[in-house]
């Protein structure tokens, strides 16, 4: 095994906890803020044999990694071996002048600006705090420290928005001029708070999900932005290293309560409990959690789910064992896949029923097919 050559962070604290999320986060804790950073660093130690001797991208995720004690996210960026990409995700309240030059005199080459709308009423639907200002105030902070590859995050589907409003916000990001933006469908899980309140509006957004969809490819790609992965658009050359690590399949290895890595085919996700991670490598021992080695066909079905989220090509050699012959028959038939240049891929129509697709192709037990 070479080691991986991609190396994930999470950093759990944030000022607030949106109603609508469902990762691990902290709220506050700011006088716990470095002994987290102790432990993290602590399990880069363990895991470092995991890794290759040469790293291609280092991604630091929460909560919200900026919202850092600043001496600790010093230390811990100082601490993390260097790579060609390193990503830090930021919301735009935590993005000062001297926050964005820290980061880039501590080696961060890309941020990723969570948006997520400029119009002051959606924010307050998602609860958060920034305002259109502070988002731009953020990205030009970013701009004078000389990043020159900046991401933006924008939500569509929130409860109140309408198509106009989600023009409105395509048309604000891309005046700012990103490197690089990726534009999710609004996700509330069942029993969350924002379920309960916003539930029948949540129904009737879903039923325009694909109408929005539709209008965010249409107007980032009119901007000549590449249209690279289901969510994601960039100028030339800005693709999301890190990101495209995962969906190419890639061994990756994560740091943090509730980081989950794969590596040497073994998954295995740390628990979320901060206070038993923070004691376990206290004592020089690993934390807490749950594995799973992986199967052949299981690599398989992944890596073409994850591979058909692209636009170029996922090689048949590494997908058959999951294919339905007889559905991609049917599929390129329809015009929604095609094969081409060794690989199977969606057609420009089959990208934007995307699951739907894929699931038609995925085989419903593993195939011994072999493809020409």
Same mark, same amino acid.
């Given at each position: 095994?070479?080691?991986?050559?991609?190396?994930?962070?999470?950093?759990?604290?944030?000022?607030?906890?949106?109603?609508?999320?469902?990762?691990?986060?902290?709220?506050?804790?700011?006088?716990?803020?470095?002994?987290?950073?102790?432990?993290?660093?602590?399990?880069?130690?363990?895991?470092?044999?995991?890794?290759?001797?040469?790293?291609?991208?280092?991604?630091?995720?929460?909560?919200?990694?900026?919202?850092?004690?600043?001496?600790?996210?010093?230390?811990?960026?100082?601490?993390?071996?260097?790579?060609?990409?390193?990503?830090?995700?930021?919301?735009?309240?935590?993005?000062?002048?001297?926050?964005?030059?820290?980061?880039?005199?501590?080696?961060?080459?890309?941020?990723?600006?969570?948006?997520?709308?400029?119009?002051?009423?959606?924010?307050?639907?998602?609860?958060?705090?920034?305002?259109?200002?502070?988002?731009?105030?953020?990205?030009?902070?970013?701009?004078?420290?000389?990043?020159?590859?900046?991401?933006?995050?924008?939500?569509?589907?929130?409860?109140?928005?309408?198509?106009?409003? !989600?023009?409105?916000?395509?048309?604000?990001?891309?005046?700012?001029?990103?490197?690089? !933006?990726?534009?999710?469908?609004?996700?509330?899980?069942?029993?969350?708070?924002?379920?309960?309140?916003?539930?029948?509006?949540?129904?009737?957004?879903?039923?325009?999900?694909?109408?929005?969809?539709?209008?965010?490819?249409?107007?980032?790609?009119?901007?000549?932005?590449?249209?690279?992965?289901?969510?994601?658009?960039?100028?030339?050359?800005?693709?999301?290293?890190?990101?495209?690590?995962?969906?190419?399949?890639?061994?990756?290895?994560?740091?943090?309560?509730?980081?989950?890595?794969?590596?040497?085919?073994?998954?295995?996700?740390?628990?979320?409990?901060?206070?038993?991670?923070?004691?376990?490598?206290?004592?020089?021992?690993?934390?807490?959690?749950?594995?799973?080695?992986?199967?052949?066909?299981?690599?398989?079905?992944?890596?073409?789910?994850?591979?058909?989220?692209?636009?170029?090509?996922?090689?048949?050699?590494?997908?058959?064992?999951? !294919?339905?012959?007889?559905?991609?028959?049917?599929?390129?038939?329809?015009?929604?896949?095609?094969?081409?240049?060794?690989?199977?891929? !969606?057609?420009?129509?089959?990208?934007?029923?995307?699951?739907?697709?894929?699931?038609?192709?995925?085989?419903?037990?593993?195939?011994?097919?072999?493809?020409?």
């Amino acid at each position: 095994m070479t080691g991986a050559r991609h190396l994930y962070v999470h950093v759990p604290f944030c000022a607030h906890r949106c109603g609508y999320c469902d990762f691990v986060t902290l709220v506050g804790r700011r006088d716990g803020h470095g002994a987290y950073v102790d432990a993290l660093l602590a399990e880069l130690e363990l895991q470092r044999g995991l890794l290759a001797s040469r790293i291609e991208t280092v991604f630091l995720g929460g909560g919200t990694p900026t919202y850092t004690e600043p001496r600790a996210l010093e230390r811990l960026l100082d601490g993390l071996p260097r790579a060609d990409e390193v990503t830090v995700e930021a919301n735009p309240e935590t993005v000062t002048s001297e926050l964005a030059s820290l980061l880039r005199a501590r080696g961060v080459t890309r941020v990723s600006l969570g948006a997520q709308s400029f119009q002051p009423h959606l924010l307050g639907v998602l609860e958060r705090q920034a305002r259109p200002e502070t988002v731009r105030r953020a990205f030009y902070h970013l701009r004078d420290a000389g990043f020159d590859n900046i991401s933006l995050d924008l939500i569509y589907g929130i409860p109140g928005q309408s198509p106009s409003d !989600l023009a409105h916000d395509l048309a604000e990001a891309i005046a700012l001029g990103p490197e690089h !933006l990726s534009c999710y469908e609004l996700e509330a899980k069942p029993g969350t708070r924002f379920t309960h309140a916003h539930g029948d509006e949540l129904a009737r957004q879903a039923e325009a999900m694909e109408g929005y969809f539709e209008l965010v490819v249409d107007e980032l790609t009119a901007a000549a932005y590449r249209w690279y992965e289901t969510a994601n658009f960039c100028r030339p050359g800005r693709q999301a290293r890190h990101n495209l690590g995962y969906w190419l399949g890639k061994d990756y290895l994560g740091l943090g309560i509730g980081a989950v890595s794969t590596v040497g085919g073994v998954r295995w996700r740390n628990r979320p409990a901060l206070p038993a991670y923070v004691a376990a490598l206290a004592r020089g021992k690993r934390p807490p959690r749950e594995e799973e080695p992986l199967e052949a066909d299981v690599v398989s079905r992944e890596r073409l789910m994850l591979g058909l989220r692209l636009d170029e090509p996922v090689p048949l050699t590494e997908v058959a064992g999951a !294919l339905d012959p007889v559905a991609l028959d049917r599929m390129e038939r329809l015009g929604l896949a095609e094969r081409r240049d060794g690989g199977l891929a !969606l057609t420009a129509r089959g990208r934007f029923l995307g699951g739907g697709v894929t699931a038609e192709l995925m085989a419903e037990s593993p195939a011994n097919v072999q493809f020409e």
